[in-house]
């Protein structure tokens, strides 16, 4: 089974998000807080992550440099998922390693298409 880990502050992207992939049998992992969650991606072991881009602690932007910036963890598709929708935005997120670039408000259904076309990649 596929794992998806989510981390946003949202809760109610959260759960949105984590009833649309589990609805399709994938396993999620959610967090409200990137502090300190590179450790736990180690630890978990995602295929995918889906990061928003502002968040309190440490940005989804920072984060997910921090997770193509080491080897464990490099090959993990990285979504982020933000309310930034100027074009140089999404050029940031793309070249900090971002495979997808999603602006909110989203479509949960076209969330959950490049999810699963993302994953049959792996």
Known sequence: MNKVMVIDDEPFILMMIEDKLKSAGISVIVRRESGGALPIIKRERPDLLILD??????????????????????????????AKGQESDRETGLNCGATMYITKPFSPRALLDSVKKTLAHE
């Not at 881009?53 to 998922?81: A, N, Q, Y």
């Open 53 to 82: 881009w502002m968040m309190p602690e440490v940005s989804g932007i920072e984060l997910c440099r921090m997770v193509k910036g080491d080897p464990e963890t490099t090959h993990i598709p990285v979504f982020l998922l933000t």
